[in-house]
């Protein structure tokens, strides 16, 4: 006899023989399933252990991601990528300061008789054009440098001998890219931080005006950089090749990607259907720097932000990391 039917049948009373764990019973009377003991117990620690594998293993995946992030950062230390990125972001934060301590707005105003409340408009505008054409000139050099800084990363990974070693360790290839890949991100965005941020408390204490528009190009710079590194990671993982990996981000930035933005006045001036066509379907394609750049200018200014760019180039980005996971892990090293 079961031992459920035996307990039905005494009003709960459960022979020694079937007495178990309070997990067992617990689920025996949840699934109500009959047999006996030892077939309700086998279920029981089945499920149990379903239930507790899973989660030690995405803790592992979890310790072993956080490990390569580390290790990229440590990485890029050891070749001085940070610390020449940091030494370059302090020297034009130095060329802040020296403008600002050599720039006397306050008797500018006073020699115009520009009343204080006026005054304190037109600073406010003033910040946000300056603002402006700091966002514009960070976010070019910035992405420029980062792409130069980071672009070893992966070809270095697949180098025979580094790549030997990656196989030999109980780590799947898809984690290593997503931890290489994240900590080149934040590689670029700590950088990015400590120069917009240090710009604005710059601007900021020599104004008086308190404008935090420009702390949204943080933002806008570390997610174009991003999607532009699925490119540096694809180009890596196919060739091996740090210059080639460079090449083709910098040919898309200076040459391709400025005909794309140019694409309505090019259509005009060839009044041809094909080429405006061609020119479209690139530019919902391909990644949009300049129009996410724009996003933290639109802030500043508390106009209406497009969304769009951020949407496309973020199908691209995922398509092109997709693809280099793909090709990554089906390659033969």
Not at 312 to 318: M, W
Request: hydrophobic share 45%.
């Amino acid at each position: 006899m079961g031992c459920d039917t035996y307990a039905s049948q005494t009003r709960g009373t459960v022979p020694a023989h079937c007495r178990r764990s309070a997990r067992s019973v617990e689920y025996d009377h949840r699934s109500a399933a009959p047999g006996g003991c030892a077939h309700h117990i086998h279920r029981s620690e089945a499920q149990y252990t379903r239930r507790i594998l899973p989660e030690g293993d995405r803790r592992r995946t979890r310790m072993k991601l956080l490990a390569i992030i580390e290790d990229t950062i440590r990485e890029g230390i050891a070749r001085k990528t940070i610390i020449g990125f940091f030494i370059l972001s302090t020297l034009f934060l130095l060329i802040g300061i020296i403008a600002a301590i050599s720039i006397d707005t306050e008797s500018m105003f006073q020699a115009q008789q520009i009343p204080d409340e006026q005054g304190k408009m037109i600073t406010v505008e003033m910040t946000k054009l300056i603002q402006s054409g700091i966002v514009g000139t960070i976010n070019f050099f910035a992405i420029i440098i980062s792409v130069f800084a980071t672009a070893s990363i992966i070809p270095h990974t697949v180098e025979k001998g580094a790549i030997d070693l990656l196989l030999s360790k109980p780590v799947s290839r898809l984690t290593y890219l997503t931890g290489k890949s994240i900590g080149a991100v934040l590689i670029v965005l700590a950088n990015v931080a400590y120069f917009v941020i240090g710009m604005w408390l710059i601007l900021s204490i020599k104004t008086g005006s308190w404008e935090p528009g420009i702390l949204v190009s943080i933002l806008t710079i570390t997610y174009s950089f991003a999607v532009l590194y699925t490119v540096l990671l694809l180009i890596g993982v196919t060739s091996g090749s740090t210059p080639l990996s460079i090449i083709t981000v910098y040919v898309y930035l200076f040459l391709i990607n400025p005909i794309i933005e140019a694409r309505e006045i090019i259509a005009q001036a060839t009044k041809n259907d094909t080429v405006k066509y061609v020119l479209d379907g690139l530019y919902y394609i391909l990644p949009k720097p300049g129009e996410l750049r724009d996003i933290a200018v639109n802030v500043i200014f508390s106009r209406p932000i497009d969304w769009e760019p951020v949407f496309t180039s973020l199908a691209f980005g995922a398509a092109l990391f997709a693809l280099s996971a793909y090709i990554f892990q089906k390659k033969d090293f």
